[in-house]
């Protein structure tokens, strides 16, 4: 293995002992916030965000960094997302927790990866057809949240925290 | 709130601010070991692995397909990553002894028995429908969900709008049915 490839074994390691931590790779955690009942996976992934943000922000102003915005791409983003929205209900799992979930022994998470190899097959074949479809309707390139809103990142960035600690608070008090 | 509770993990507030600090070490790790900024991300591995099974049977097909080659069919960065979660999270589920070789999951038993069968349908099924949609969205909840997320892109707060808010209308008509 090259040193990339440990760096990334390395990395994903503490990420999953994290996930695991936190109770987050489960089922019923990830079934539990669909349903509205049970907000753990929220607590967690609004937490790394908030602390991330920053972070990632602070390094991109000194100038180590560079961001990496994902496009805009209105079709693709609508569109996929009903589906992995639509597909995560029924898997209760995404593609990072799935491998966690085998790694803390729930072992049907096996149906859920090999389906999910599958599916990116399948949109390996069928990707020239998206590329003239759903992926050509409307790209909106890479924008970031300051130009939709006109606000600097370092308005945003507290704001954010002052909504999600507020969500947390409420997520306390309904037990959620 | 950040108090630790040894019966059931830590608290996901900690666990999660934790994250946050691994994603951060991460991009400036990657940004001067290997000179160039990764962000946490799952679902691209998924498509090399698909390239890389494929390959051992039809390597002329995986070689002529635009999307293969574009996703470039390596063993890289992300895709230990991704192998790394498992690892990360059989070790602490050991050490902590939360450790289950489950077969059906609690919820899912409610609504449809404690069949194997379907549970293996279901999660198949689900699998290749969600992931078909995190290639055509180009994110998952890891890439989108954290790593957009906290680079304030745009399209990462579309993206968890739709997968959750159809999240909660799929998972309400199929688990709360009688």
Known sequence: MNSEQWLGLLTGVLFGFLLQKGRVLRFDKQVGAM??????????????????????????????????????????????????????????????????????????????????????????????????????????????????????????IPLFWVGCLGLFAWFEKKNL | MLKRKTSDGWSPYLAGALVGLLAVASVLATTTLMGKTNYLGASTTFVRAAGLLERTVAPDHVAGNVYFTKSKIVVDWQFMLVSGIF?????????????????????????????????????????????????????????HGLSGMMQLSASAFVALAMFFGVGVVVAHLVYRRK
Request: charge should be positive; charged fraction near 15%.
């Open chain 1, 35 to 156: 349903l509205l009942k049970d907000m753990t996976i929220f607590k967690f992934m609004l937490s790394a965000i908030l602390v991330g943000m920053v972070g990632i922000n602070l390094l991109v102003d000194l100038g180590i960094i560079t961001l990496s915005h994902k496009p805009l791409n209105v079709g693709a983003i609508v569109v996929g997302g009903a589906l992995f929205g639509a597909g995560w209900a029924i898997m209760g799992f995404c593609p990072g927790t799935s491998i966690g979930a085998l790694g803390e022994g729930r072992w049907h998470a096996l149906f859920a990866i090999v389906g999910m190899i599958a599916g990116a097959a399948l949109y390996a074949e069928l990707f020239p057809w998206m590329q003239s479809t759903v992926l050509a309707w409307k790209d909106l390139g890479k924008l970031d949240l300051p130009q939709v809103t006109g606000l600097g990142k370092w308005v945003l």
């Open chain 2, 87 to 143: 690892f990360g999270a059989l070790v602490a589920s050991v050490a902590d002894r939360s450790f289950r070789l489950e077969h059906v999951p609690p919820t899912w038993k409610k609504r449809f028995g404690p069949s194997i069968g379907k549970r293996a349908a279901g999660a198949f099924l689900g699998g290749v429908v969600a992931m078909f949609g995190a290639r055509m969205a180009d994110g998952c909840p890891s890439g």
